[in-house]
C-alpha cells in the first residue's frame, strides 16, 4: 500500500512536471492568452488553443470565446499570420486547407 | 470651591470648544485632494441645525475666516430629515462650485457633504473690464454666428422670459474660481463666467475668464448632449445623439441606458501578447455635428463609425420600445462600438463586452450595416439571457436568434430595407451573408430543414472553428433563421423531409415577442432545436392563450422545418367578415371557452372622417358588435380570462377599404343598408355624415315608409335591413328599440 502510494505521488509529479514543462515551451503570446483567459469568466465557446503545422511553420490558433469567436492564428515568435471566424466566418489565412492539424495545446474546461 | 468652580468652567470650556470646532476623525468618512473633508457623519459630535451653529461650525472645521458666508439656496425636509444647500460667497461674490450639503434629524446634523474654498485675502476688484473679458471668451470660442444674433431665437426668449429685454448677449458675473479645481493646492482667483451661446457650431457653455488677465480658466459645458446629423454609409441621413466636448462633437450618447460609445480603434488588433489591445482608440470627433459625407465618406471609411452610433442606438430603442429592456442586460449595460478593428479586417464580433468592426477587404464591405450592428449585440443580450453554449445546436440557435434581431432592428429603423437578407449591403460580390426566407440561397448555403440539405452534423466530436465551425452553428442557423421567417410572414411548400407545409404568418412583432420571452425566460445554456419548438410553444402559450392562432403557428411553423409533428388545427377562432368599409357593422363572435368568465375584445382605433371604431355592446361576452373606422388592415382580438388567468387568445385580419360611391350591395356597403344592432342607423359619409341616431340598444322593429308616408319595407328583430332594392327617393325610417324608444330618421337613397 505504501509502494503504491510512492508509485502514484511519483507518476503525478512526473506528469504535472511534463505539464509544466511543456507549458513553458509555449511562446508567451499563448501563455498570456491563457493567462488573461483564467483571468475572466468562462465564455463561450470555450476558447481554444490549437497547434498546426502551416506553410511548413508551427503555428498556433487562439480561438476567443465569445459569440462570432474570432480564431487567431500565431507564429512560434508571437507573430499575428491571419484569422478567421466571427459573423462573416471568413477565413483570411491563404491556404489554409493544407494546414495540418497537430493537437489540441490547451481547453479552457471551467 | 470658588477655584474648583473656575477650573470646572475652563476644562468646559475646552471641551466644548474642541467638539464644536472639529468633528472626531472617525466621523470624515472621505476627504479631497487637498485634505479636507467632503463626507462627515457625525455619530457623536452634537451640532444644531439653526444658521448659526451651521455656519459657525462649518467656519471652524474647514478654517474659514470672516470674510466668508453661506447663503441657504435650497431646504427640504423628507421623513424626518431636513436638508439644506449652503453657497459659499467671499465678501458677497459667489464661490464656484463651493457648495455644503448639511442634513439634520431632529434638528441635530447628521451629515455634511460638499466643497468649500478657503481663501484668506483676495483682491475683488477686478483689473479687466466686462466687455474686455468677454472679448477674451469671444476669441476662445470663435464662433461663425451667435444666439444673440439671430433674431428669431432672441424674439422667441423673449416670449418665453415675458421680458423684453432677455437676450442671449452674455452678461458677465464676477465669480470666485479654484484655477486648480482638480490639484492639490486652492488657488482662489476672481473670474469673469459668462454663458455664451453659439449657433455655428452650434454650442453653448460657460466661460470663466481670469478677471485680471483675460486667462480662461474653465470651459463648462451647457449644452452636452445634442442630436446631429449623420450622413451614415448605408442608411443615408440618420439623426444621431452626440456630446459636446472641448469645443468638438464626439460620439458620445448618454441619453440611452449608461451610453452608447462609438470609438475609432484605429487599427489595433490582436497583438503580440495574445489580446486585443484597444487602449490608443480614440474618439471620432465633428466640429458642428454636422456629420457629412464630405467629411466622413473618405478612403478610412470613417462613415462606417456613423452607422455604428446610430445602429447602436436604433438596437437599444428597439428593445426598450418593444419589449421594455433598458440595454442588453436590462439595466442600461453601456454599449461600446469599436470601429476600424484591424486593417482590412472583414468581419465584426462581440468579444464577450464590445462590438469590433472591420472595415472590410476585397470580400465584404465595412462591417457596420444596421443588421450586423443588431446582430452582435443581439450576442450582448443572449449572454445576459439564455447564455447559449456556442456551439453544435444551442450555438446555432445563438446564431439564429442573433439574426432575428438584427432583422427586427433594422425593420424597426429602417423598414425600406429588405428584413430578412442578413448583411445584404457589406458584400462586395454577392446579395446577402444569410437568408432567412431563403436559407438555401445563403452566401454560404444553410439548411431549411432540420437535417436537410446543408445541415451541418451538430454532433460533430470536437466543436473545431476552423474545420467545423463550432459545429456548424453559422450554418444550421438556417432553420432558426427560416422558423422565424415563416412565423412570422407565412410560407407553403414542401420541405426536404417531402413533408407539404403551410403557414400563416402572424407577423413580425408577434413573432418576435415569442422569440424574447422563449429566449429570455425558457432558453438555456443547452437548448436544442426540439427544445426550441416547445420553448417557443410555450412562449405563445403564455402570451396569447392555450390553443390560440399564434401558438398553432409556431407549432406549425417548426413543423415546416422539419421540427414536430403537424399540429392540430385551432379549435377556437374569431367568426365575422374579413373585409368592411368605414362606418360598416359587423359581428364578430368567438366559439365558447370552456370555464371562460370574460371575453376582452380590441379593436383597432382611428377614423374615417367621421366614422371611427368602436364597440357597440359586447364587450366581456362571447359576441361583440363593432363599427368600423379607418382604411387599413388591422387586428381584432379576443383575450378569454378564467378570473385573471388568461386561457385563451384569438385574432382576425381584418381590412377596411374605400367605399364603393353611391348605392351599395347592403352586405359590405353601408350607404345601402339599415344595420339596426344598436340603433344606429346610416351610411356613412358620402351617403349622409350624420346619421348616427341612437347607440347601445336593439331594435325591435323597423319600417320604412316612402315620401307619401307607405310603408314600403318592415323588419321585426332583424340584424340588418336591405334598402337597396328601394327606388331613388326620400324615405322616413322609423325604428323601435328593444327598450321601446322610438327613432324616425330621414333618408335620401
Sequence with gaps: MKKLLIVCIFSFLLINCNKDDENSKLPSCVKNFIDETLSNPAGSPRAKVYKYLYQTKIVFVLQYDHSDPISVVYSEDCEVLCDFGGITQENNCEDWQNAEFIENIWVDVR | ?749
Design chain 2, 1 to 749: 470651591m470658588k477655584t474648583k468652580n473656575y477650573i470646572l468652567l475652563i476644562f468646559l470650556v475646552f471641551i466644548s470648544n474642541s467638539v464644536f470646532s472639529q468633528v472626531k476623525e472617525k466621523e470624515i468618512l472621505s476627504r479631497n485632494q487637498i485634505g479636507q473633508p467632503k463626507f462627515i457623519k457625525l455619530n457623536e459630535t452634537k451640532i444644531t441645525f439653526d444658521k448659526k451653529s451651521t455656519d459657525d461650525f462649518l467656519k471652524k472645521q474647514f478654517s474659514l475666516n470672516e470674510n466668508v458666508t453661506f447663503k441657504n439656496t435650497n431646504e427640504t425636509s423628507f421623513n424626518q430629515i431636513q436638508t439644506k444647500k449652503l453657497q459659499q460667497y467671499y465678501k458677497g461674490i459667489k464661490i464656484e462650485f463651493g457648495q455644503i450639503t448639511v442634513s439634520a434629524k431632529n434638528n441635530q446634523i447628521k451629515t455634511i457633504t460638499g466643497n468649500v474654498l478657503n481663501i484668506k485675502e483676495l483682491n475683488i476688484n477686478p483689473s479687466l473690464s466686462e466687455q474686455n473679458a468677454l472679448g477674451y471668451a469671444l476669441q476662445k470660442v470663435n464662433a461663425i454666428k451667435y444666439a444673440w444674433e439671430n433674431q428669431a431665437m432672441e424674439n422667441l426668449l423673449k416670449e418665453e422670459t415675458e421680458e423684453n429685454n432677455a437676450t442671449y448677449y452674455p452678461i458677465g458675473k464676477l465669480v470666485i474660481l479654484d484655477k486648480n479645481l482638480y490639484d492639490d493646492i486652492q488657488e482662489p482667483v476672481l473670474a469673469y463666467k459668462f454663458d455664451i451661446y453659439s449657433i455655428n457650431p452650434i454650442s453653448r457653455a460657460n466661460y470663466y475668464v481670469d478677471a485680471n488677465n483675460g486667462e480662461i480658466l474653465l470651459v463648462d459645458a451647457i449644452l452636452k448632449h445634442v442630436e446631429g446629423t449623420a450622413a451614415t454609409r448605408y442608411s443615408g441621413n440618420r439623426t444621431i445623439e452626440t456630446e459636446l466636448n472641448s469645443g468638438n462633437f464626439r460620439l458620445r450618447d448618454y441619453t440611452r441606458g449608461n451610453g452608447i460609445l462609438t470609438y475609432n480603434a484605429n487599427h489595433a488588433f490582436f497583438d503580440a501578447n495574445g489580446s486585443l489591445n484597444l487602449n490608443g482608440a480614440t474618439d471620432f470627433t465633428d466640429n458642428n455635428n454636422n456629420w457629412t459625407a464630405t467629411e466622413f465618406n473618405n478612403a478610412n471609411r470613417d462613415n462606417a463609425a456613423l452607422d455604428a452610433h446610430w445602429g447602436a442606438e436604433m438596437t437599444y430603442d428597439y428593445f426598450l420600445q418593444n419589449h421594455n429592456r433598458n440595454s442588453i442586460d436590462g439595466s442600461g449595460y453601456q454599449l461600446r462600438n469599436y470601429v476600424h478593428v484591424g486593417t482590412n479586417w472583414g468581419n465584426a464580433a462581440w468579444d464577450g463586452q464590445r462590438m469590433l468592426y472591420g472595415d472590410g477587404n476585397f470580400t465584404f464591405n465595412a462591417l457596420t450595416s444596421i443588421d450586423v450592428i443588431g446582430h452582435e449585440i443581439g450576442h450582448g443580450l443572449d449572454q445576459n439571457t439564455s447564455n447559449l453554449l456556442y456551439e453544435r445546436e444551442s450555438g446555432a440557435i445563438d446564431e439564429g436568434l442573433s439574426d432575428i434581431w438584427g432583422a427586427m432592428v433594422e425593420f424597426s429603423a429602417a423598414p425600406e430595407k429588405d428584413t430578412y437578407l442578413v448583411g445584404e449591403e457589406i458584400m462586395l460580390n454577392a446579395n446577402n451573408l444569410r437568408s432567412m426566407s431563403n436559407p438555401n440561397a445563403s452566401f454560404v448555403a444553410q439548411p431549411d430543414t432540420y437535417g436537410g440539405n446543408f445541415w451541418q452534423d451538430p454532433n460533430c466530436n470536437n466543436p473545431n472553428p476552423n474545420q467545423n465551425d463550432n459545429c456548424g452553428v453559422h450554418t444550421n442557423s438556417g432553420i432558426m433563421n427560416y422558423w422565424f421567417f415563416l412565423l412570422a410572414e407565412g410560407g407553403s411548400g414542401v420541405n426536404d423531409n417531402g413533408d407539404s407545409y403551410n403557414v400563416a404568418g402572424i407577423g413580425k412583432t408577434k413573432a418576435a415577442k415569442i422569440v424574447y420571452r422563449a429566449q429570455t425566460i425558457y432558453f438555456n445554456s443547452l437548448t436544442t432545436y426540439h427544445d426550441a419548438r416547445d420553448l417557443t410553444v410555450n412562449a405563445s402559450q403564455d402570451l396569447y392563450g392555450k390553443d390560440s392562432v399564434e401558438e398553432y403557428n409556431v407549432a406549425n411553423a417548426w413543423y415546416a422545418v422539419g421540427i414536430g409533428t403537424l399540429p392540430q388545427t385551432v379549435t377556437h377562432y374569431i367568426q365575422g367578415p374579413t373585409q368592411l368599409t368605414p362606418g360598416y357593422r359587423a359581428t364578430y363572435s368567438m366559439n365558447p371557452y370552456e370555464n371562460a368568465t370574460n371575453y376582452v375584445w380590441t379593436i383597432p382605433s382611428g377614423c374615417y372622417y367621421n366614422y371611427c371604431w368602436n364597440i357597440n355592446y359586447g364587450q366581456g361576452t362571447k359576441r361583440i358588435s363593432i363599427a368600423a373606422g379607418n382604411i387599413g388592415v388591422h387586428e381584432i382580438t379576443c383575450v378569454i380570462y378564467n378570473g385573471n388567468t388568461i386561457i385563451g387568445s384569438q385574432y382576425l385580419i381584418v381590412n377596411v377599404q374605400n367605399p364603393p360611391s353611391g348605392g351599395g350591395s347592403g352586405g359590405d356597403d353601408p350607404c345601402g343598408g339599415i344595420d339596426p344592432i344598436d340603433g344606429v342607423i346610416y351610411p356613412p359619409v358620402e351617403c349622409d355624415p350624420n346619421a348616427l341616431v341612437a347607440q347601445k340598444t336593439y331594435f325591435k322593429q323597423i319600417v320604412v315608409y316612402d315620401f307619401t308616408g307607405k310603408s314600403v319595407l318592415k323588419t321585426q328583430n332583424s340584424d340588418y335591413l336591405d334598402i337597396n332594392h328601394l327606388a331613388s327617393g326620400i324615405y322616413i325610417i322609423k325604428a323601435e328599440l328593444s327598450n321601446g324608444e322610438i327613432l324616425t330618421k330621414k333618408i335620401m337613397k
